[in-house]
């Protein structure tokens, strides 16, 4: 899960850091702050999983996987953002939203790979009940 998360890092959110450099597209303040208030969420949740995995650790595994919620909150409220500020009259708006919504999209994959390795540590009745919970949810 490392391995796809660095993945993702790499290959995905550097073409797309490349791509608004090329295309010119600058990143308004207020989108600066929801992008760095998920990137945040997403450092903990990261940090978190890798330190669950470490020292077998159940208790913080629990703590990453019921970020769920929050994770999933903070991208619609980033969503709505954007899409307010696709009708915004800015030069640009239409690229900037897809790189937007794009790094948004890769920072909630990130997420699922750092669910993914905190759930490795919890019992096996647990992650049956939380795949089965995952299920219900879709």
Same mark, same amino acid.
């Given at each position: 899960?490392?391995?796809?998360?660095?993945?993702?890092?790499?290959?995905? &959110?550097?073409?797309?850091?490349?791509?608004?450099?090329?295309?010119?597209?600058?990143? =308004?303040?207020?989108?600066?702050?929801?992008?760095?208030?998920?990137?945040? &969420?997403?450092?903990?949740?990261?940090?978190?999983?890798?330190?669950?995995?470490?020292?077998?650790? =159940?208790?913080?595994?629990? &703590?990453?996987?019921?970020?769920?919620?929050?994770?999933?909150? &903070?991208?619609? =409220?980033?969503?709505?953002?954007?899409?307010?500020?696709?009708?915004?009259?800015?030069?640009?708006?239409?690229?900037?939203?897809?790189?937007?919504?794009?790094?948004?999209?890769?920072?909630?994959?990130?997420?699922?790979?750092?669910?993914?390795?905190?759930?490795?540590?919890?019992?096996?009745?647990?992650?049956?009940?939380?795949?089965?919970?995952?299920?219900? =949810?879709?």
């Amino acid at each position: 899960d490392l391995e796809n998360i660095g993945d993702i890092i790499e290959t995905n &959110l550097v073409e797309l850091g490349r791509s608004r450099i090329d295309q010119s597209v600058a990143i =308004s303040v207020p989108t600066q702050k929801v992008l760095t208030d998920f990137h945040e &969420l997403l450092k903990r949740a990261l940090r978190g999983a890798i330190q669950a995995v470490s020292q077998n650790n =159940s208790q913080v595994a629990s &703590l990453v996987i019921d970020m769920k919620d929050e994770i999933s909150t &903070l991208a619609n =409220s980033a969503a709505v953002h954007q899409a307010a500020r696709l009708v915004a009259e800015e030069p640009n708006r239409i690229p900037a939203y897809t790189i937007e919504i794009d790094i948004i999209e890769k920072q909630k994959r990130i997420y699922y790979f750092a669910k993914r390795m905190a759930k490795t540590v919890m019992p096996v009745d647990e992650q049956i009940e939380l795949d089965r919970a995952a299920e219900v =949810s879709v």
